[in-house]
DNA sequence: TCCATAATTCCATTAGTATGGAACTATGGA
DNA sequence: TCCATAGTTCCATACTAATGGAATTATGGA
């Protein structure tokens, strides 16, 4: 198939609205202070990560409040979690934080050239 | 003063939390579908920006529901705005861009090394 | 001044999100 | 089996955000 025509772009077009959403729901996740300030927890934990009754004390998060942070993460893949006896340890997702930090560097600094790579990273 | 102490580390966790908040409000900002919409179409305009008109009816979103998303961009500066006549032109931010990025860089390559820098970049 | 165009603001409606106490479920040890 | 600990799920309440038609404001041209 030629990589052109009506057909290719309604694909490309529907592509690119599916990733916007679920990038959108990604941000979503991220973008309340409570849910950010456990993921930067989360990631001072890397990559052994943390029980959620330590999140919880740590950050002062009644256990089901907290629940409900964790499952929304989670839905969002931000999060990983496995079980160790009686807890649960939840770390961050690498993958899906390099595919969002992926995702906002190509819209940037790649795709439309609005800001330079150097600006963000500084790499020798 | 040194950089230690009780004073010194209630300072900077004041700062790490109004940081907290500041990034949180802008990930709200991107988490919604039409905003991001919005975003990624500046970007690709960048860096003449589009007028509301253009942008309303390229994303077939109705003027006043358009008029609240921007505003939202604007409150957390990811938008900018300048008149000409009775046009007005926003465009991406790019400083707030380059601070978001900035930040999740930090947070996951840096900071924590949670994710090594050439997965999301590749500078030669 | 009057009009047309551009965009915002007003307003009401609807939908979705956040919160946390209480009840429940899961796991492992005595 | 019974208990303690760890977390989740249930549920009700309160808030916050999204949407879009109608009215309003801003700007410049005739």
Redesign the interface.
Known sequence: MKPEGAAWSAMKRKQESEE??R???????????P???I??LL??A??EGMIVGDISSELEIPSSTLSHHLDKLKNEDLVNVRREGTCLWYT?S?DS??E???F??A???T?????E?????C?R
Chains 1, 2 share one sequence.
């Not at 979503?28 to 202070?33: F, I, K, P, R």
């Not at 795709?111 to 800001?115: G, L, V, Y």
């Open positions: 916007t959403t990038f959108a729901d990604m941000f979503a996740a991220m973008g309340a202070e849910r950010l300030r993921m930067r990631l001072s890397h990559p961050a690498c934080l390099q969002l930090l992926g906002l560097y819209e940037c600094c795709r439309n050239k609005a800001i790579p150097e600006k963000i990273v790499c």
